[in-house]
T-cell receptor, first 113, second 113 residues
Framework: KNEVEQSPQNLTAQEGEFITINCSYS?????LHWLQQHPGGGIVSLFM???GKKKHGRLIATINIQEKHSSLHITASHPRDSAVYIC???????????????FGQGTRLTINP | SAVISQKPSRDICQRGTSLTIQCQVD?????MFWYRQQPGQSLTLIAT?????????ESGFVIDKFPISRPNLTFSTLTVSNMSPEDSSIYLC??????????FGAGTRLSVL
């Protein structure tokens, strides 16, 4: 079993729909990241969370530390939101004093016009 | 924030050859991370590079195959040596800022024939 599990693996929706992507993890963490990867391969950080909820434009990220679960929501989805969304947790395991990132498998989102 | 310039963006290489990937950061950072993303998979950490010391490699990755240089606080290279088709992947460098936000290079898409 992976330490970080995302669902669904693939999601296709119509423009305007409300999107939810889920992430569950099994390790102790200090923070959780939501990342966006476009087809060219580049990755952009969307959120870093350690508790509660964050909002940026049409994107909302929540985390429940007790349940070890996070969700990424997209409101009024648009074709330009089509990308792979990756959940990554910063575990307590140390690398030379830094904390290691553990990645989920990603959710491939396609928004059709 | 940090801006990372990674090159080349893509390359097609012959079996048995080597490719060196470069990452330049616009600010000084203590640690740089090198990741591999095999087709359809999530990111796997190859090694962590500190300036002035040898890189720390993850299980399954060795220095002879993936030598890393870190000559200063803004630059690092990863070499993929004696390549085989199994090395075909996206390779990404990454840094984190003091707040823990993760930044990624645009990635190097490598195909080995």
């Amino acid at each position: 079993k992976n330490e970080v599990e995302q669902s669904p693996q693939n999601l296709t929706a119509q423009e305007g729909e409300f999107i939810t992507i889920n992430c569950s993890y099994s390790v102790g963490i200090s923070a959780l990241h939501w990342l966006q990867q476009h087809p060219g391969g580049g990755i952009v950080s969307l959120f870093m969370l350690s508790s509660g909820k964050k909002k940026h434009g049409r994107l909302i990220a929540t985390i429940n530390i007790q349940e070890k679960h996070s969700s990424l929501h997209i409101t009024a989805s648009h074709p330009r939101d089509s990308a792979v969304y990756i959940c990554a947790v910063r575990s307590h395991e140390s690398i030379q004093g830094a904390q290691k990132l553990v990645f989920g498998q990603g959710t491939r989102l396609t928004i059709n016009p | 924030s940090a801006v990372i310039s990674q090159k080349p963006s893509r390359d097609i290489c012959q079996r048995g050859t080597s490719l060196t990937i470069q990452c330049q950061v616009d600010s000084q950072v203590t640690m740089m991370f090198w990741y591999r993303q095999q087709p359809g998979q999530s990111l796997t950490l190859i090694a962590t590079a500190n300036q002035g010391s040898e890189a720390t490699y993850e299980s399954g990755f060795v220095i002879d195959k993936f030598p890393i240089s870190r000559p200063n606080l803004t630059f690092s290279t990863l070499t993929v040596s004696n390549m085989s088709p199994e090395d075909s992947s996206i390779y990404l460098c990454s840094v984190s800022d003091r707040g823990g936000i993760q930044y990624f290079g645009a990635g190097t898409r490598l195909s080995v024939l």
